[in-house]
């Protein structure tokens, strides 16, 4: 199935659902409950499965601590569930891959506390899935 | 020509970047490239009607186009506060503007 919308006035048209392969990396710095971005990228990576976009997760310095086991905030949802969630739903096409930089893990005493579907990696596993990705962001 | 995604998600009165966010959206246009300024989190305090929303205003007659994220104008009660012309979408749609290949994105 195709989708054809107009984007800054020319037609555009992709492959809908798993006809769509592109793959979107999204590099996360902040750690959660500060702001809203864990959320928002929890948001965009719903969206994703949606659309058939495989998603890669790549948390950096407190990114780390988004993967984190055992949270429990009084007052908002719980980050590590949602995130769980997402790495679940994401085992078949289209993909969802998380991983957690190990400097940053170690630095901050979370290696071996990250939640399921996290693997312990780094900055050349970014630079790996930069190059292989369609686009790469940075929540910051 | 190349579109460029500007992501705004801080409000205006705590720091300087929605400013310089704009800034660059501007410099970028009067250069001859497509702009869109999507506000995201507390991003979307931008666009109430106010002087920042009046400098949205002006940023919109020079052919950039603001969209801002419907979960983040409901939750914070905004839905009606709104400059009337920005166009409030689901983040899918921001998705879609990201993947495009011929989008650069910055998130802010």
């Not at chain 1, 006035?9 to 592109?22: C, D, E, I, L, P």
């Not at chain 2, 999507?38 to 305090?45: H, R």
């Not at chain 2, 920042?52 to 950039?64: P, S, V």
């Amino acid at each position: 199935m195709k989708i054809t919308h107009e984007w800054h006035g020319s037609k555009v048209t992709k492959m809908a659902n798993n006809g769509y392969n592109k793959t979107l990396t999204i590099v996360s710095i902040n750690g959660p409950y500060r702001d809203e971005a864990a959320y928002t990228l929890i948001r965009l990576a719903h969206a994703a499965k949606e659309k058939g976009i495989n998603v890669n997760f790549f948390n950096y310095l407190d990114g780390t601590l988004i993967g984190h086991r055992d949270q429990a905030p009084k007052e908002f949802p719980v980050v590590e569930q949602l995130f769980g969630t997402v790495l679940k739903k994401g085992l078949k096409n289209p993909k969802v891959d998380a991983i957690a930089c190990i400097k940053c893990t170690d630095a901050r005493g979370v290696t071996k506390q990250q939640t399921e579907g996290v693997v312990i990696g780094g900055l050349y596993d970014l630079g790996e899935w930069t190059a292989e990705s369609d686009k790469t962001i940075l929540l910051g | 020509m190349t579109n460029l995604l500007l992501v705004l998600s801080k409000d205006p009165y705590t720091t300087e970047i929605p400013n310089l966010v704009l800034d660059i959206g501007l410099n970028a246009k009067a250069k001859g490239n497509n702009v869109s300024l999507y506000l995201v989190e507390d991003g979307v305090t931008a666009a109430r009607k106010s002087e920042f929303g009046n400098k949205l205003q002006d940023a919109k007659k020079k052919g950039i186009k603001i969209l801002a994220d419907d979960k983040a104008v409901q939750s914070r009660g905004l839905d009606g506060n709104l400059v009337d012309w920005v166009q409030v979408k689901e983040i899918g749609t921001l998705l879609d503007h990201i993947v495009e290949d011929n989008t650069r994105v910055a998130w802010f």
